[in-house]
């Protein structure tokens, strides 16, 4: 998780200008924000109102409820956390179903799913979701942006239920992922 809260500090104060970043550069930027500032929940909101018609319409509609199942996160009140689930998780649900090889999209479930309570049943379908992933990446067929995919491998070897095999060329994986950044200008 240390990739994960390098990245955060990396994407630290969102702001995108689109000329120099891509539309959907942004939205990421600000869904990974949201998950330690709740400001960036509203400003990825805004964003994405402002830039939807720049966005591919699935991406844009993930990640808006995406950014709804994090209010959830910061919400006081047990009723108020369950509307914001209420309304985002079947948006993904129909999205993961419409295009399951999208592996963004089912990122942002599992990222949504995973640590919900046992009792809202969403186990079984974060296990599905982290077998998915596991097999995409390590076929290499992963259609994941660089900054999901490094992490992506890093939440699926501290959490995913994988063999030794499935471990070790996850491992394998990582080693990669942190060699090509390295080399990064």
């Keep these: 998780m240390l990739g994960l809260f390098v990245l955060l500090l990396w994407t630290g104060s969102v702001t995108c200008d689109t000329v120099e970043v891509e539309p959907i550069e942004c939205v ?17 909101m805004a964003f994405l109102e402002t830039q939807r018609a720049r966005l591919p319409e ?20 047990p009723q108020t956390k369950m509307r914001y689930l209420r309304e985002g998780l079947p948006v993904l649900d129909s999205l993961v179903a419409a295009h399951p090889e ?40 992963a259609s994941l942006p660089d900054t999901y995919r490094r992490m992506m491998v890093e939440f699926l070897l501290a959490n995913a239920p994988l063999d030794q095999v499935e471990r ?17 200008p």
């Design 102 to 141: 999208h592996m963004e999209i089912r990122c942002l479930r599992l990222l949504s799913i995973y640590y919900l309570p046992f009792f809202l049943g969403r186990k079984e379908m974060a296990r599905e979701d982290m077998r998915r992933l596991t097999e995409q990446l390590l076929a290499g067929e």
């Design 58 to 77: 699935t991406l844009a509609d993930a990640y808006q409820a995406a950014l709804t199942i994090l209010k959830a996160r910061y919400a006081f009140w």
């Design 168 to 184: 070790m060329r996850l491992q394998r994986l990582y080693r990669e992922l942190r060699r090509s950044e390295a080399r990064l």
């Design 28 to 44: 990421r930027r600000y869904y990974l924000r949201s998950a330690e500032d709740e400001k960036a929940i509203a400003a990825g």
